[in-house]
């Protein structure tokens, strides 16, 4: 793993307006060091410059992992959508199980619970991450969309809502969760009371991901109620920050994590 940093004033300024430059002019004065195996992924039309700094972010834990379970197709970003896995708490292992699969369904990075920023393939290109058909749009009135090429899909490892047996909490495949991993909202969502907690180093690496893509891409990141369930706005590709509840009424993920919203809001 790779681990450097800029300390020679004069070459931080150089770097800074090189970098205003590529994002449209907002200055980066905040140049941070990097250690990662990832970047070069994650910046990769930016090249060796953006593959070696983070700009304006603290210290992102991120991993590169080989993965061929995607389009090789570089598009525009509109919206992005949060999604938890339903399952295992490693990252590079739900990479693994997708990989597998000869359907490219994944997204392009997974926030394992250590907080640990797993990275398939860059953001700039796209998989399959929303299950979306004809018949969701013709539900709404309008046309199909594919709405997986023009967004980009956070997975956050997470089982999801829990069943409450006595004093112990299951999952739906029957595996046992601590009840320090448990948290019981004070509003039922989508008719389930218990979940696996977010953990707060995922939520902090969400927020990071966040703005490292709202900067990149432009994409707006203003929070709204909405997104907790099926929202015109998604369907239509209005620019924006969606979880994958917008465009599915048969989904759970993420689910309104009190944390998890209060980080949404001081976007």
Known sequence: ?????????????????????????????????????????????????????????PEMNLKQVNFNGYYKEESSKKQVYLHHTAG??????????????AVKVATCVCVSRSGEVV??????????????????????????RNLDRSSIGIEICNWGWLKKDGDNFFTYTGTKIHKDRVIELETPYRGQKYWESYTPEQIEATRELLVLWRDKYGIPMTYNGDIWDVTMRALKGDPGLYTHNSVRSDKTDVYPHPQLVNMLKGL
């Open 1 to 57: 793993m790779l681990t450097f940093s800029l300390k020679n004033e004069k070459l931080k300024i150089i770097f800074s307006h090189i970098l205003s430059y590529i994002y449209k002019g907002r200055p980066h004065s905040n140049i941070q060091h990097c250690r990662h195996n990832a970047m070069p992924a994650l910046y990769s039309d930016e090249k060796f410059l953006c593959a070696c700094i983070v700009l304006s972010l």
């Open 88 to 101: 295992s708490a490693d990252g590079e292992r739900q990479f693994q199980f997708w990989d597998a699969d």
């Open 119 to 144: 990275q398939g393939f860059g953001s700039k290109y796209w998989a399959h991450h929303l299950g979306l058909s004809s018949k969701h749009f013709k539900a709404r009135g309008i046309g199909y």
